[in-house]
T-cell receptor
Framework: GQQLNQSPQSMFIQEGEDVSMNCTSS?????WLWYKQDPGEGPVLLIA?????ELTSNGRLTAQFGITRKDSFLNISASIPSDVGIYFC????????????FGTGTRLQVTL | DAGVIQSPRHEVTEMGQEVTLRCKPI?????LFWYRQTMMRGLELLIY????????DSGMPEDRFSAKMPNASFSTLKIQPSEPRDSAVYFC???????????FGSGTRLTVV
């Protein structure tokens, strides 16, 4: 099935650094979601975006719904060790199909 | 709220055997999804239900895979016969109205030897 392209694929950063990752699609979505997956667990919803241009924060996390509706961005400020995991974007078009299309994931490693 | 509950957490079975994975969605959620996760293919949607009715099973890889949702609080994903290439983590997720995002279970790690 279709997948969204995320970049970077993996990141190694030091504790305290800021992180940026993005997600791009050839298709337009009207909802963008960001999930985090810890080892051995299922993905957990972090942020949901419903309008082009929308900027939403959840603690140290900030996500944006791209103006073109074909991309989204996630920033993490002042990273901490528990930020380690895989971050997935997901797109949804509620008008045509009630199913999420997931990105390929960005693996984040945080060193002390 | 206990969240989405999947069982078993781990399953090791021999090729050719039948495997049944179970899921209890969050009470009140009207959508249920089955996903498969592998390193090569990432998260793939297999099938989803709305109000216990299968809506889209286009992601089910073969006839060996089947899924049922006999009531609002229980769903199964069955593989018969299982093959080594079915080895993956299988996730169940549920949602109240799709735009609000899914809640995933902890997954079942299936190993077929």
């Amino acid at each position: 099935g279709q997948q969204l392209n995320q970049s970077p694929q993996s990141m190694f950063i030091q504790e305290g650094e800021d992180v940026s990752m993005n997600c791009t699609s050839s298709s337009i979505f009207n909802t963008w979601l960001w999930y985090k997956q810890d080892p051995g667990e299922g993905p957990v919803l972090l942020i949901a975006l419903y309008k082009a241009g929308e900027l939403t924060s959840n603690g140290r996390l900030t996500a944006q719904f791209g103006i073109t509706r074909k991309d989204s961005f996630l920033n993490i400020s002042a990273s901490i060790p528990s930020d380690v995991g895989i971050y997935f974007c997901a797109g949804l078009n509620t008008g045509t199909a009630s199913k999420l299309t997931f990105g390929t994931g960005t693996r984040l490693q945080v060193t002390l | 709220d206990a969240g989405v509950i999947q069982s078993p957490r781990h399953e090791v079975t021999e090729m050719g055997q039948e495997v049944t994975l179970r899921c209890k969605p969050i009470s009140g959620h009207d959508y249920l999804f089955w996903y498969r996760q592998t390193m090569m293919r990432g998260l793939e949607l297999l099938i989803y239900f709305n109000n216990n009715v299968p809506i889209d099973d286009s992601g089910m890889p073969e006839d060996r895979f089947s899924a049922k949702m006999p009531n609002a609080s229980f769903s199964t994903l069955k593989i018969q016969p299982s093959e080594p290439r079915d080895s993956a983590v299988y996730f169940c997720a549920s949602s109240f109205g799709v735009p609000y995002g899914y809640t995933f279970g902890s997954g079942t790690r299936l190993t077929v030897v």
